[in-house]
């Protein structure tokens, strides 16, 4: 099972991860449906990356029991039987968990691992099983 | 819709408080593209001639490009055009940052600002929703103060773009701020919107933009990036920026040292991109869609502050070009620019062009306010920047620009300024560089280096020889507009060498159409044209005389690496007529009825033969 190694000191802020994600799993051409998320902090001058780390946490609050793992390890939320209550995007202790006109329910990170190749500063790796 | 743009133009009256919204038709998203010649065409079309910069009737054209705010590498560029306040002329100085992309998700392509407010306001477009609002709770704030305060009340998902004291005290070179520290820096667009009392513009937008063929742009993109990164060239260029060239322009004599004096700094291992690196580096940072981030976020703490930078230019024209002493002096000057919202460029010039006459004795201690304005003090250097921002005592003289500065104070100083058409030189000398030289000449702003950058080709190709040279910035000044008419940044072109074919693709990618380099490089001429044009409509008297080097470069070098080179008549010459050949105009440098409507500038012909400003 791979996970995604996220790196916050490598990131430029540069957004390219998120524009991959969204064009890859929604064919739209913007940052803001993405399943990551980048916060940028300044004056300070550091980046927030919000990315699932596969903790199961979501899982573990979800009252309809809509939350499973597929075959590449990555949490599933399954629109049919999601009651769209938000306790998942609340406890995600990440704050991973998306919400966007690009879907019905709350959606994270699915480890297609596009925005890895996009991401020359390398702030976003694969990293074999932990 | 139209694939590649948000859809819409806004025309602001800041007069009237009125907003229009004008759909982009495939027309002028096809035959104008975008950026750079949209507002070269709207620039031409719609002020009056001979208008006033700083006056009502003046307008500000904020454009996007087709691929800005798309996935497309580096897609990060945004430009900002109006008649210049500093040189008279066309203007457009471009931007990095994020605002680019959140325009166009608000379904905007360009913005067109007329008239003037009378009381401080802003411009806040969200989607649909577009207000101009008071704005007297930010006026008198910093440039990046503001942009601080803004996100506090508006909040963090607003980009926005501000304007400093210096821009709304009308100094004739004020930028434009955005995200910490991305300026449209050049020729005074702040001093614009300062005269329309407009602070600043908050943007926020949700609806994405249509792309043609989304999966080809991504697979494209990621090629393009897997190439970027892989290159020899992108561990140094994402490390160091623009500052990795500090170390080779002076080997190579051409940085910068007490207005233009010298070409080679002692002091240079205090002031590079290594020294960054060793006393004030934070973190790297990135435009939008940016895989290079060649920006460097920095902390003085010896003058405890934050600065995004220093940049090449600013090392050159703040750092060696004053004699300041290390990196942390180049910052805390930098800093106080950007809040103060003053291009740090033309703010290099205009100090050191005060320096050098206080050494000279040309300007005494009274005359400059008390201070000690001797090279390398950084103190006056910073006091002499608050002077100009707050037009002060001698300030207000400067605040000018260094050209109209030296007018004013008279006595054969005008030959001290190192400038071409009132536009402050960028960091490289040009004793000994021609082709870097007629770049500067010949570009359509005044002395900016990214109209064409020569000086490496410059060297290579034999710095004395001018042989080759006016085709050499020829053709670079066709490529580069075509960069700023598709809203993106040069830098994985010519940082990293992405082969410009794979920017045609892009384009055709994200917009469905069939453009060609062909097609692209013959539009570029037609803009080069307009920008040209603009100039002898509004500038009596415009042609050869206004494409001249400044006197510096007719003085020899006194030592270094190009010790004794000077520029001759006779070469100047010679590099004009070459150009002007290239590009068919007359010997006075102006565009032919003939040619104007060769490339397609008919109207612009008649126009320009009914003033009386062209031949037949």
């Known amino acids: 099972m791979n996970h995604i190694l996220v790196k916050p000191d490598n990131c430029t802020g540069c957004r390219l991860c998120q524009l991959t994600c969204s064009a890859q799993n929604f064919k739209l051409n913007t940052h803001k449906v993405a399943r990551i998320g980048i916060v940028p902090h300044f004056p300070e001058g550091r980046f927030e990356i919000h990315l699932c780390n596969q903790c199961g946490i979501c899982q573990s609050v979800c009252p309809a029991g809509a939350i499973s793992v597929d075959e590449h390890g990555a949490y599933v939320i399954d629109g049919a039987t999601c009651v769209d209550c938000g306790a998942c995007v609340d406890a995600c202790p990440e704050q991973a968990i998306f919400r966007s006109f690009a879907s019905m329910h709350p959606y994270m990170c699915n480890l297609c691992g596009a925005c890895i190749d996009n991401c020359a500063a390398q702030a976003l790796t694969w990293e074999e099983e932990r | ?616």
């Open chain 2, 1 to 616: 819709m139209i694939n590649g743009y948000g859809g819409s133009i806004l025309r602001v009256d800041l007069t009237g408080k009125l907003i229009k919204r004008e759909p982009v038709t495939p027309e002028l998203a096809h035959d104008w593209v975008g950026g750079r010649a949209w507002i070269a065409k709207y620039m031409y079309d719609e002020l009056p001639a001979g208008v006033d910069p700083l006056s009502p009737a003046n307008k500000v054209f904020i454009a996007t490009g087709p691929l800005s705010g798309t996935l497309w590498p580096s897609s990060a560029k945004i430009l900002w055009g109006t008649k210049s306040p500093l040189t008279g002329g066309y203007i457009d100085s471009n931007m990095g940052g994020m605002i680019m992309a959140e325009l166009k998700y608000a379904g905007v392509d360009m913005i067109i600002l007329e008239g003037a407010s009378a009381e401080p306001v802003y411009l806040m477009v969200d989607d649909e929703k577009v207000e101009i609002r008071d704005a007297s709770a930010y006026w008198g704030m910093g440039s990046v103060d503001t942009e601080y305060a803004m996100k506090r009340d508006l909040g963090d998902e607003f980009q926005i773009a501000t304007i400093g004291p210096a821009g709304e005290n009308l100094v004739r070179f004020a930028c434009i701020t955005h995200d910490v520290g991305r300026q449209a820096g050049r020729g005074g667009t702040a001093a614009v919107l300062g005269s329309k009392r407009l602070k600043a513009i908050a943007i926020r937008g949700t609806k994405p933009i249509p792309v043609a063929d989304i999966k080809g742009l991504q697979k494209h993109t990621t090629a393009a990036i897997d190439y970027i990164k892989n290159t020899a060239f992108f561990p140094t260029f994402s490390k160091y920026g623009t500052t990795d060239i500090t170390d080779w322009c002076d080997d190579v004599g051409v940085l910068p040292v007490n207005n233009f004096q010298h070409g080679q700094y002692a002091k240079k291992d205090r002031i590079n991109g290594k020294s960054i690196r060793e006393n004030i580096y934070v973190r790297d940072k990135g435009c939008y869609a940016c895989p290079l981030g060649c920006s460097t976020y920095s902390y003085s703490k010896k003058y405890g502050v934050y600065v995004e930078g220093p940049e090449y230019e600013t090392i050159g024209l703040m750092g060696s070009n004053l004699g300041m002493d290390s990196i942390e002096e180049i910052a805390v000057l930098n800093a106080e620019a950007d809040n103060l919202g003053m291009d740090s460029i033309s703010s290099g010039s205009a100090i050191a062009l005060a320096m050098e006459l206080y050494e000279r004795g040309i300007l005494t201690k009274d005359d400059v306010g008390g201070l000690d304005m001797t090279w390398g003090n950084v103190s006056a250097a910073r006091s002499f920047l608050k002077l100009i921002a707050l037009r002060q005592g001698i300030g207000a003289t400067f605040a000018d620009g260094a050209l109209a500065a030296a007018r004013t104070i008279g006595r054969d100083t005008e030959k001290y300024v190192v400038q071409v058409k009132g536009l402050d030189y960028s960091a490289y000398d040009t004793h000994a560089a021609p082709a870097m030289m007629l770049a500067y000449m010949t570009s359509d702003i005044g002395a900016q280096h990214t109209r064409a950058w020569a000086i490496v080709q410059d060297i290579n190709m034999g710095r004395e020889s001018t042989d080759g040279k006016g085709k050499l910035v020829y053709d670079l000044q066709h490529l580069r507009p075509l960069m700023e008419v598709l809203g993106v940044c040069r830098f994985p072109w010519l940082e990293v060498k992405l082969d410009w074919e794979n920017y045609v693709t892009a384009l055709n990618l994200v917009t469905g159409q069939h453009y060609t380099t062909e097609e692209l490089f013959a539009f570029s001429e037609k803009v080069w044209n307009l920008t040209r044009a603009f100039w002898t409509r509004e500038v009596d008297g415009f042609g050869r005389a206004f494409d001249q080097p400044p006197a510096r470069m007719f003085e020899p070098m006194p030592d270094g690496p190009t010790a004794g080179a000077k520029v001759t008549q006779t070469m100047v010459d010679q590099l004009l007529d070459r150009y002007y050949d290239a590009y068919q105009w007359d010997r006075n440098g102006l565009p032919t009825a003939g040619r104007l409507r060769e490339v397609g500038l008919g109207y612009v012909a008649d126009d320009l033969l009914k003033r009386g400003r062209i031949a037949e």
